[in-house]
C-alpha cells in the first residue's frame, strides 16, 4: 500500500496520482488529506507557496463530490487569474478517472458569458477570482446557494489584494452548513477574522513554523541614498551575472520605469503589473518562465503567486508598504529546496523596518555593501573566462578560419587571451572606472531622469494602441482633444498594437502626465510614461507617424551594443546583446508584430535557453524533485 493509499484515496484518484508521478505526498498533504476525508470539518491549513497545498484540498474535494450530481457542489476562491487557471488545470488532472466530473475557471477578462454556458452545462466544481464570481452572482449566471464546500485558496493574498468584501459578499450566498477549508501562507489578522467570522470550530494543519520565512532563502539588505536605488539595483545585476530575479516595486508606475530604464540599459526584464492587458501579461510570464527575461520588475499583485522555479535572487527594489508582504516576496525564490536570497535595498531611513521585518521572518538579515566596480569587474571577468571556456563552437566557423589565422598570425597565445578578454572589457572597465563607490556620499547623478525644459521635445509610451482601434491619426485627434491642444501640438505618433508613442513640447508635459494618467477609457486605464528618447531628431516635420522617428528605438536592435549599467560604451558585447534580441518581441510590450525583428535576431533561436519540459519527467517524482520539473503552465 503506498503511503497516498493509507490517506484514504480512491482507485480513481490512485491512478491520476500515478500518471502524475507523485510518489509521496508532502506534509500538508499527509496532515490534510485524512482529516477532511474522514470529516465534515472545516480547516484552516497553514503552509508556504509551492508545498503541494492544491492537491491537499483537491484530492479530498475530488472525492467527496458526486460526480453523478451535475449541480454545483464546490467553490474555489484564488486571488488571481493565473493561480485560478493553475488550479483548474491541476484539478482536472486529478479527475482525469472520475466520470461526470467537470471543472470551470471562472475569471476576469475572459467573455462572461461563455463561462456561464460552461457553468450551465454542469460544473460540480467552479475556481473563481472573487471579482468576476461576484459579477457572476450578481447577473444570476451561477448558483451556490447549495454548495458542500467552499475553499479559500491564498487566502492572505486575496485579502490583501482588497477582496475581503467580495469574500464577504460571496461566502453569505453560500449555505450554512457547507464546509469552508482555508489555505494561506501566513496568518495575518484579517485572515484570522474571516476564519472567526465563516467557520466553526475548523480542525488546524500547520506545516513549518507559523509565518516563518523558508529556511532556504538567506536575507540580505544594502543600505544606499535614496537616489542611488536604481545604480544599486544595476551593480547587483551586475555582480550577479546568471541572476534570475523578481524585482519588486512599490506602484505600477515605479514598475514600470525600473524596467523601461533596465531595458533601455541593455538588461533583459520585464514589467508586469496590473496596466498590461491580460495578453501582455501573459506573454511576459512566458519569457519569464522561458529564461528570455532575467529580471522580471513586477508589483505584489500582479506578481501574487508566481511560481516559477529557480528564481536566484528576489530584490526589493523598494520595501513593501505592508511588512507582511515581504514573506510573500521572498517565497519567490528558495523554492523546491533551492537556495535563494532575498535583497533589500534600503535608505537609512528605513533601516528599522528591516528589524521589524526580522521580527516577522524569525531570521536576521545580513548587512552588505554594494560592491565596487572594481569588484563586479572581476566577477565579470571570470563569467567571461568561464563563458568562453564554456562555448560551443560552431563550425560554420571554419570557413572563416583562415582569414582570421591570417590576422591573428604571430600573436602568442597568452598575447591573443588578453586581447580576446580586453575586446570585451575595456570599455566595460572604463564604465565603472569611472563611477565612484555607492557608499560614498556624492552622487553623479548619472541615473536621475533628465530635465524636462519648454522647447524641447519629449517622448511619451502609452499604454493604448491599435488594439484599442487606434490608428496613428484618431489617436492624435484623441489626444488633442483630451489634452486640449493645438493641431501640431502632438507629433511623432506611432501606434503599435498594445502601445504608442507620441511627442509633445515639454512645456506640455505636466499636462500630459497628469490628465491622461488615470484617464479611463473603456472601462481600461491610461498609463503614459515618459520615454527616454525623443523620438528622433526634434523636427517637427515628420509628424505624419509613420515612421515615428528611433522613438522606440530602446525596443529596437540598434539601441546599444553593450550589455551593462547605462553604459553607451559597451560591454560585454555578444552576450548580452543576444539575450536583449531575445527579449525584445516577448517582454512586456511584446505584441509589437514579429515581423518586425530585425534581420539578425536569428540569433536567438539557437541561443535562448528554452527548456523542453514535456519530455524529460522522470517516471516517479519525489515532492521535491517533482517541483524542479512542473510542467510550465501560466
Ligand atoms: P502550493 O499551492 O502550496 O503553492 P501547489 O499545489 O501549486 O503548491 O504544488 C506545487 C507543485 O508540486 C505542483 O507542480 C504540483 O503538481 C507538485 N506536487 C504537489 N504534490 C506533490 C507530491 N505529493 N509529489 C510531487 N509533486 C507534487
Ligand atoms: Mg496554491
Redesign the pocket.
Known sequence: MNKFEQLGLNESLLLA?KD???????E??EKAIPVLLEQNTDLVAL??????????FGFPLIQKIDAEDKSTQALILSPTRELCL?ITN?IKQYSKYVKGLHTVAVYGGASITEQAREVKRGAQIIVATPGRMQDMINRGLVNIKNINFCIL??ADEMLNMGFYEDIVSILSDTPDEKNTWL?SATMPAEVARIAKKFMHDPAEVTVGTKNSGSATVSHEFYVVNARDRYEALKRLADANPDIFSVVFCRTKRDTQAVAEKLIEDGYNAAALHGDLSQAQRDSVMKSFRGRQVQMLVATDVAAR?I?VDNVTHVVNYQLPDEIETYNHRSGRTGRAGKLGTSIVIVTKSEIRKIHAIEKIIRQKFEEKTIPSGIEICEIQLLHLANKIKDTEVDHEIDNYLPAINEVLDGLSKEELIKKMVSVEFNRFINYYKKKRDLSGEKSDRSSEPREIRAGDPVRYFVNIGARDDFDWMQLKDFLKETLDLGRDDVFKVDVKEGFSFFNTDGEHTDKVMSILNGYELNGRRINVEISKNDGGSSSRRDHNGRSGGRGERSFGGDRKSGGFGSRKEGGFRGERNDFTRGERTDRSRSDRPSSRREPGSFQREERSPRRSESNDRPAG???E???NR??RRS
Do not use: H, M, Y
Open positions: 496520482i502524475l508521478g507523485f510518489e509521496n505526498p508532502s500538508v498533504q503552509a508556504q507557496t509551492g508545498t503541494g497545498k492544491t492537491a491537499a493553475q491541476e485558496d491564498e489555505f503567486g511560481d517524482r519525489s515532492f524533485a517533482a517541483k512542473r510542467p
